[in-house]
């Protein structure tokens, strides 16, 4: 019995030195997230890198709500799906009515619909004017001189860095601008 708990506290004792032998290495070994590397044993650790910012991790479903989809369609819709925008160059954040068609891709316009665009940045201005050529784009007041409906079903806007397309597209009935100027006043004070 005595060999027995003489073999345990032996174990128990090499635990506590791998353990204490781990924990000061990892102090002298630098980390990815530091910002400079650590000299030693004894250096004291670098400040940590701060995580991005919640602006940092913007998307187009970062600026509107199923419910602001919803009252602009007219009812109820699904959560918004992030799906590619070819058109605008950037993520769309897509909500889906009850008659939307099977399968849903948000990759592409659907009907009963809602497929909200925003392209932050630089190249905000070129996929804006790039659209605007493709288009028979009639001008919109009220969003300052850098608004167009695509005489389709999209309102596109110019704020700032900010590039915003709105598509609004009801199951079997035609778009209506009306639709796409109420949520687009509702996402612009969010840019």
Do not use: H
Not at 84 to 92: K, S
Not at 109 to 137: E, F, M
């Amino acid at each position: 019995m005595r060999r027995r708990s003489v073999a345990i506290s032996a174990m128990a004792g090499c635990a506590v030195i791998l353990l204490a032998a781990c924990a000061s290495s990892s102090s002298s070994v630098p980390s990815s997230s530091s910002s400079a590397p650590a000299t030693g044993p004894t250096a004291a650790p670098a400040p940590p890198v701060r995580a991005p910012a919640a602006a940092d991790n913007f998307d187009s479903c970062s600026v509107v709500t199923s419910a602001e989809a919803a009252s602009a369609l007219g009812q109820a819709v699904t959560s918004g799906v992030l799906g590619q925008a070819t058109i605008e160059g950037g993520l769309a954040c897509v909500f889906y009515g009850p008659s939307a068609p099977t399968p849903r891709d948000p990759n592409e316009s659907q009907a009963d619909s809602v497929r909200v665009v925003v392209v932050r940045g630089p190249k905000a201005l070129t996929w804006y004017q790039d659209y605007k050529s493709r288009v028979s784009a009639q001008p919109e007041s009220g969003y300052g001189d850098q608004a167009y409906y695509d005489d389709y079903a999209s309102l596109s806007i110019l704020k700032g860095v900010y590039y915003l397309r709105v598509a609004v597209i009801p199951a079997g009935a035609p778009p209506s601008l009306t639709a796409e100027e109420q949520l687009a006043r509702a996402i612009l004070p969010k840019l």
